[in-house]
């Protein structure tokens, strides 16, 4: 039998053991938090890859101007994380992208894609006005309202042939038109190819797309990767032919998607508008691609991403 003084003693462990728990929960990391801790380590990793860069750089002048001419002063580490990515294709993404394709019909991947792209909208538009480009911004508006109502979600482009053709903005181009540098040419592990703007325009992106932030904030952790797993899918199976050509007849396959993915933003930002450098056309998937001769040199062909 337990005293008076004992059971009072209990009563004052137990709640004062709850109350810790209670503090210990109202101090537990909110899902946006999470989500800013993980956005922290893709800027940690480009960090961390920008400032390798003195450590990796060749000693050879030859190779060392080489590189700062590509603007690749992490090469030696790109190539390695390069190599890792293709692996992940190899064994996973084009396997994916293969059987999307042989699973479902052509009109049906069309919607798909259509589907995708209107999910995007919103942060296309942001960036359309962040950019002050009102015209560009009215035309994203007009494609959303279209193509979620007519188009039923987005599934049917109706927008395009009304009128309102399809483009693309992120925060790395409205960094770009705001006059900031691209930085060092980084090949991000899963991400492919980008730099230290792209790369903080890729997190800005995050946490200012509804969807995103709906996913976080209603603990739907399974939207986001989802949604990026399709958008990977989707792309690998568009371009599948003009992927697997480029990676079979490229000299330096490496060198290529370099060269390739620094003209399309720079043609991106431009928005396809020419500039003191030869014009280079604007191209929004990898159709019609002309055979690379030299990567790093200037030539028209621009797209790496839809």
Not at 83 to 109: C, E, H, S
Request: glycine share 6%; charged share 25%; proline share 7%.
């Amino acid at each position: 039998m337990l005293s008076k003084t004992d059971k009072a003693s209990k009563h004052h462990t137990a709640a004062a053991t709850s109350t810790t728990i209670d503090g210990a929960d109202d101090m537990a990391p909110t899902r946006p938090m999470r989500a800013l801790v993980r956005a922290g380590a893709v800027l940690t990793l480009a960090a961390l890859l920008w400032g390798c860069a003195a450590g990796s750089a060749s000693t050879d002048p030859e190779i060392r101007a080489e590189q700062i001419e590509a603007n690749d002063p992490l090469e030696p580490v790109n190539r390695v994380i390069f190599q890792v990515n293709r692996g992940l294709d190899t064994w996973f993404l084009r396997p994916a992208a293969t059987f999307y394709k042989a699973m479902l019909p052509p009109p049906i991947q069309t919607a798909v894609g259509n589907f995708l792209d209107n999910l995007n909208s919103p942060v296309v538009l942001l960036n359309d006005i962040l950019q002050g480009d009102s015209d560009r911004a009215t035309n994203t508006f007009a494609r959303f309202a279209i193509n979620t109502t007519i188009g039923i979600g987005g599934i049917f482009d109706m927008a395009t042939d009304m009128g309102y053709p399809d483009h693309s903005e992120d925060f790395g181009q409205t960094l770009g038109m705001w006059g900031v540098d691209e930085g060092p040419f980084i090949m991000l592990p899963i991400f492919g190819p980008s730099n230290p703007r792209d790369t903080v325009g890729l997190v800005a992106d995050y946490f200012t797309d509804p969807i995103s932030n709906w996913a976080i904030n209603t603990d739907r952790r399974w939207v986001n990767p989802t949604r990026s797993g399709a958008e990977g899918v989707d792309f690998r199976a568009r371009n599948m032919e003009e992927i697997d050509d480029m990676e079979r007849t490229s000299i330096d396959y490496y060198a290529t998607v370099r060269s390739l993915y620094r003209q399309h933003r720079k043609d991106q930002i431009r928005n396809g508008q020419p500039n003191s450098l030869p014009a280079i056309s604007r191209m929004p998937a990898m159709d019609d691609m002309p055979d690379m001769i030299d990567p790093d040199g200037e030539s028209s062909v621009t797209a790496t991403r839809r």
